[in-house]
């Protein structure tokens, strides 16, 4: 990878509601929007842009990514390049904004395209799972016809075992052929875990995602699950990674959590290397908070992908899912 000249540049940014189309429900929240920040890096020539949504659970929200943006303008505008960035910055919504900026202003202004400054793969459709909420049966049955073009279905859990498994009997019973992963989002406790995968298993779910609290992965330690565990809300960044990663099976990846697509790029490397399966997921932002996902999707075996699906205001949304899968053409982002 390479970075831009040290040339200065004009940073701007915005706030964009990001209004869902209904209310979404998991374990401990309900979201009506994301907000989430838009910024610019412009040479004269080129305009960059990337979005970010923050971290809800450590309140990186727009106010936070607004001051942690603010810090960093003067060194931006006077010449500090995307890798400065990552010491100037810790991980997080702002410097995921920012990366992803300089990420495309770098393919437009060496005419390339990010998969080739990343060195993945030529962009291919990929399967992505759409998510349901942590809703109650009946309500799940009702969504269910709008999914029946999901080859793989995501299931909010609520961390209540009991009406959890109603909620994957209910998804199991109307697609016995999809593919499905339920995201617990720190619902459960260890004492959980046991009934908790022997439900998933006789419901053929596929995987568990985040099923404990944000440091309690050491009970984790020596449990043995015949349904792989994903990190989520437990891994933010590269070196959370190094730390905890052997807990787990599979890594998911977002942008907003390690603070770009530089970071995820090193974290892939890494989690592969650790033996991982590597997942990609979004903070359910637009079309261009997906794009550089979408980069980094190529190297996953797990995509989780399906935010601008659940957008109020996306109008590009519809362009890029097709059949379960999902394509960000090159040219929405960077060079073509």
Known sequence: ?????RTALKLSYRCDPMRMKEPFRISGYLF???????ATLGDGRHQGRG???????LNDDYPHMESEIERVRDAIEQGADRRALQKLLPSGGARNALDCAFWELESLQ?????????????????????????????????RLPGFAHARAIKLKLSGDLAADAARVETVRRARPDAWI????????????????????????????EQPLRRGDEEALRGWRSPVPVAADESILNLEELEQLGELFQVMNIKLDKCGGLTEALAMAALAKRMGLQLMVGNMAGSTLSTAPAFVLAQLCQLVDLDGPSSLADDPLAYSIYEDGMIMVPAAYWGHP
């Open 110 to 142: 060496q005419k390339r395209p990010v998969w080739e400054l990343a060195q993945v793969s030529w962009p291919r459709p990929l399967v992505t799972t759409f998510t349901l909420p942590a809703e109650d049966p009946a309500y799940l049955q009702a």
């Open 32 to 38: 009506e929007g994301i907000p989430a920040v838009i």
């Open 51 to 57: 979005e970010a949504a923050g971290i809800y659970y």
């Open 1 to 5: 990878m390479t970075t831009a000249s």
């Open 181 to 208: 992963g339920v995201d617990a989002n720190q619902g459960f406790t260890s004492n959980d875990l046991d009934a908790l995968v022997a439900m998933l298993v006789a419901q053929r779910v596929s995987l568990l």
